[in-house]
């Protein structure tokens, strides 16, 4: 099965390793990969490659998440599936999408999108039939994490954003995820997809941790992104220690699913990397040949 790749950065090359180390275990090859600046068209270089599945992995843009978005759309409506890890084009464009892969008759899949490869979506798709989900709980950025541990630790917030840069998991402009932008992004992505809730970012209520002065014992903040019909917000809040949402640390995430049938249930990973995506992308490909 042929793939044609956009981007060629960390998960892109994660992606590499993970097929070769697997292969005899899948039918997929990477045909082609498109670089920022290809005189070709997307259309030629889909047809050229002859792909039967576009793998999304450029760069974010957290204001339009374009130019992904076009990427996805275009090979949409050639007919050809896309496994997307870039959050772009679900949140701000999914239901459009998703409209075009169910006219075309081909999939839209995203895992990578929220908490890398752990089960989100497929979660909720393959293990929670027939529920609805109310509303949804989380701690979806590890920035923020790194930055209030740090500070715990008798750092500056300064200090905390440069660590947080050390290990490779800031945005180049950290006030993405200090303001709340990277949560209200992902939070977008679930809302689309689990509650067919029709926003972008922009309609997330956000406060980030900028300022931020740590709270008495016995307490800690994180980041939460919480959801409910109608309502979505991202917002610092001040947890016991105690507290589910306050035992994650670092790049670790949990998410919890409010439901109609199955009360509270969740997702939780422990320090994933780069690897962990590329696995997220690498299950999306295996459910397209199921
Ligand atoms: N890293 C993670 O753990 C992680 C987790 C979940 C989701 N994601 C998402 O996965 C995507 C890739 O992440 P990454 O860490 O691999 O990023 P990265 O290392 O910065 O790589 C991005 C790649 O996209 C290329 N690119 C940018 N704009 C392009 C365009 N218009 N056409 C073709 N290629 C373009 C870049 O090329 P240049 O080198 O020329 O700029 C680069 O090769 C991002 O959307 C990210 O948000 C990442």
Redesign the pocket.
Known sequence: VKIAL?????????LARLLDHKRGEHPFGIAGI?????SESLEEFLRRTNAEVLV?????NPQTGE??AT?VRTALGLGIHVV?????PIAFAYHELAAIARERGVRLLHE???M?GAPVFNFVRNNLRGVRILGFTGVLNSTTNVVIEAMEQGASFEEGIARARELG?AEANADYDIRGWDAAVKTAALANVLMDARITPADVEREGIEGLTLPGQGKTVRLVSRAERGRFRVRREVLLRTDALATVRGTSNLILFHTDLMGTVGTISIS???E??AY?VYADLLELIR
């Not at 956009?6 to 994660?14: F, T």
């Open positions: 956009i981007g060629s950065g960390n998960v892109a090359r994660a498109r670089r920022r600046n290809d999304e992995l450029s760069t974010l130019p992904a990427h997307t890890a870039n959050k772009g990578s999108v929220v890398d998991i994933p990397g780069v962990q995506t997220g």
